[in-house]
């Protein structure tokens, strides 16, 4: 399982992070975990084959995944928990995506807006 991993890159704002914790028997599996946002909020969760660090247009807010249409994979909307959290299983066990790296960063909309950091997953067979 040397050739598989998360590693967080940039920073988020307002205590926003995205993060992978690894299972501690089987450290292939893990949950994908937000957190730090405002409780019940919504979020647009993105995935891109490739990163960038830039500025959103019209805020202070850095872009740590490319929304390149060439590079973006994930648009997904769901909403935090009671907590300002939302975690979904994820395995780094992915044949298809064997020695792929993949970018990940997640945006809360609404009345407190931000950005989260950006995580890097390489997955493994």
Not at 34 to 40: V, W
Request: negative net charge; without cysteine; aromatic residues 8%.
């Amino acid at each position: 399982e040397a050739h598989l991993g998360a590693a967080s890159y940039g920073a988020g704002t307002g205590g926003r992070s995205l993060s992978w914790v690894p299972d501690a028997a089987t450290p292939s599996q893990g949950v994908f975990t937000l957190d730090g946002g405002t409780p019940n909020a919504p979020v647009l969760i993105g995935g891109s084959a490739a990163f960038t660090n830039e500025v959103i247009a019209g805020t202070s807010f850095p872009l740590l995944v490319s929304i390149a249409p060439a590079n973006l994979f994930l648009q997904l909307n769901a909403t935090l928990d009671a907590f300002g959290q939302l975690g979904a299983p994820v395995s780094l066990r992915q044949p298809a995506l064997a020695s792929t790296v993949l970018y990940y960063q997640w945006a809360e909309l609404g009345a407190n807006p931000g950005v989260s950091n950006g995580l890097q997953l390489l997955f493994d067979q």
